[in-house]
């Protein structure tokens, strides 16, 4: 079954931890940088969710994302080793492309908080089912509907691609070009994008009438087919982080 | 006692000027399996979500009549509260899919969380549901990864779960094979034995006729006829309302071979076969 779940299933720590004290914890891990800006505090807490990622075990499917994030910081390493408007001392290069320090340092700072916030966000994504995760949610009084929203983008989506993946073949197999230069690109457009959205409209509405006659919108309580899981360390995990929040907050206010 | 009464019910779809069921006065016993034939927009469909309360709920538009589904009336329930009295299983199987589930076992889940049952009581309801359409094996499996038959049959199994009393089946197998609408009815024909009352909505008149013990003709929005199998089969204008009648009809029409006794032609291949061997 395809989906767009990033979900890595593995028998680890993190895996079994509440969710919620997950997403608490990418919330910590990104306001923690932002309460004390200096260096340090984000290279700790860059380190901090890497070593947790190496924990889970899914630092091998945490690479494409992070390949793809230094290829864009490379580009940030560039511009402002070049043209950060602060660079006093000049380190190497051949005008009008020399790096200089100052520029550099700012790179590097960048660096660093790019590279902790999608550590702290891979850390919630890899190590998450999403149906826990929205379990874990409406069990917390998020409406049932926006649950079952949340839910259903994994598994529609894949099935909306492969209707339309059907449909490109279907006008393909009648002649239509689908390939070559811009304008037979956009010439087929038309005929590709409306029998899509036609299609998907029907298969919406007819997807919530079963949903109506399964009791989507009844009003009473609600119960659930799994027991209501218990994750280890909640109320630790929460005062550690409550802590660490409050103690960089403290640190902000009085440094 | 009736299971399902209709009282000249009216009904108007929002964007259209003509009425989709025009006037329609029925009742149904407890343990029938009615079958509703019909040419296309005849008014089938719209009959069926009228049992459950889709017409008028989901859709709005102009409403008249009454219509009381086991103790219920339509207008004045909620689409969740009839759910529980009335079940109904669509045409295309895919879209009954929730898509917010991973497995079989989950989906049927899926009316029963909502509903608020308890835990419990859902387990044994689902194994019931599973078991009484033969989908114990697959109960693992990933509700997208099924075949049709089966993706309908855990369509079916979801709104068994819920213990209705009576189930609605608006063209179950048009989109299956062969094997996969033979899967179909045999459940079907479980689930009347167990003594639920069927209401099915249907173009194949062959299984209609094996299966149901009486028939309604609509066209247009109206009842042209409601009495058994044989006797709707038997008409000689059905081609005028864009049925064809089962092919043992037809064959003992052009025979003029009837039934002993009987105003009818035969209608099923038993029937056929008894009555053409015995000329």
Known sequence: ?255 | MSKIRVEHLKYRYPSSEKLALDDLSFEVDEGEMIGIIGRNGAGKSTLCQAFVGLVPHFYRGAYGGKVVVSGLEVLKSSVSQLARRVGIVFQNPFTQVTGSKWTVYEEVAFGLENLGVPRKEMIDRIDYALQLLGMEKYRDRHPFDLSGGQMQRMAIASVIALQPEILVLDEPTSQLDPQGSEEVFRAVHRLREEGMTVILAEHNMEKIARYCNRVMLLDGGKIIDFASPASVFSRADLTRYGVVPPVYTRVCRELNAKREGSPHFPVTLEEACEVLKGR
């Not at chain 1, 990033?6 to 969710?19: A, F, K």
């Not at chain 1, 949340?150 to 492969?162: A, E, H, K, R, T």
């Not at chain 1, 119960?223 to 005062?239: A, F, Q, V």
């Open chain 1, 1 to 255: 079954m395809k989906t767009f779940s990033l979900y890595v299933p593995r028998d680890s720590l993190i895996h079994r931890i509440n969710p919620i004290d997950k997403i608490l914890y990418t919330i910590t891990a990104i306001a923690v940088p932002l309460i004390l800006p200096s260096m340090a505090a984000s290279f700790l807490c860059m380190l901090i969710s890497l070593s947790l990622l190496a924990a889970a075990r899914v630092v091998r499917q945490s690479l494409p994302v992070f390949a793809f994030v230094f290829l864009i910081l490379c580009t940030v390493v560039l511009i402002q080793g070049w043209f950060y408007p602060g660079n006093q001392t000049p380190l190497f290069g051949v005008e009008p492309f020399v790096f200089h320090a100052e520029g550099l340092m700012k790179a590097c700072r960048i660096g660093i908080r790019v590279t902790n916030v999608v550590a702290a966000f891979l850390l919630l994504v890899l190590t998450t089912k999403p149906a826990d995760l929205v379990e874990e949610l409406v069990r917390r009084g998020l409406s049932p509907r926006i649950g079952y929203v949340l839910d259903s983008i994994f598994q529609i989506l894949p099935q909306m691609m492969n209707t339309t993946r059907t449909i490109l073949d279907a006008q393909r197999s009648r002649g239509l070009e689908t390939e070559g230069s811009l304008w037979v690109r956009v010439k087929a457009f038309l005929p590709l994008i409306v029998p899509v959205v036609m299609s998907s409209l029907i298969h919406a509405k007819e997807r919530a009438l079963a949903l109506e006659v399964r009791g989507l919108h009844f009003e009473g309580q609600r119960t659930w087919l799994r027991e209501k899981r218990t994750y280890p360390y909640s109320r630790e995990i929460r005062g550690g982080l409550l802590l660490v929040l409050t103690a960089s907050i403290v640190w902000r206010i009085l440094g």
